[in-house]
């Protein structure tokens, strides 16, 4: 059964640090598209940064651009979202999402191509 669990969220104040995690389980890492995507309430989920597991190309959402870093450790099957710098509207619950592809390329951020997503780890930030 595959299967997605997310850590490493908490309360920060802004200009501060989190490192999200989501360690997958039940199939083979390699050749995913894996995604970190965020809500917060009344809005939509939307896609913050993705990589591609077999090549390691990354995607990010402009309004994180330069303040996060998505990466991965193939060995452990865990997808990281270092995230710096931030501000109040980081705000959200933060997803980790993937699915099965050769490629992520433009579907990245579009939400219902993903299968497998995790439970969420909420991320507040006070100013």
């Known amino acids: 059964q595959v299967q997605l669990v997310e850590s490493g969220g908490g309360s920060v104040q802004a200009g501060g640090s989190l490192r999200l995690s989501c360690a997958a389980s039940?199939?083979?890492?390699?050749?995913?598209?894996m995604a970190w995507f965020r809500q917060a309430p009344g809005k939509e989920r939307e896609g913050v940064a993705a990589?591609?597991?077999?090549?390691?190309?990354?995607y990010y959402a402009d309004s994180v651009k330069g303040r996060f870093t998505i990466s991965q450790d193939n060995a452990k099957n865990t997808l990281y979202l270092q995230m710096n710098s931030l501000k109040p509207e980081d705000t959200a619950m933060y997803y980790c999402?993937?699915?099965?592809?050769?490629?992520?390329?433009?579907?990245?951020?579009?939400?219902?191509?993903?299968?497998?997503w995790g439970q969420g780890t909420q991320v507040t930030i006070s100013s």
């Open positions: 039940g199939y083979t890492y390699s050749g995913y598209c």
């Open positions: 999402a993937a699915y099965l592809g050769p490629r992520c390329g433009a579907l990245w951020r579009i939400v219902g191509v993903y299968n497998t």
């Open positions: 990589i591609y597991t077999g090549g390691g190309s990354t």
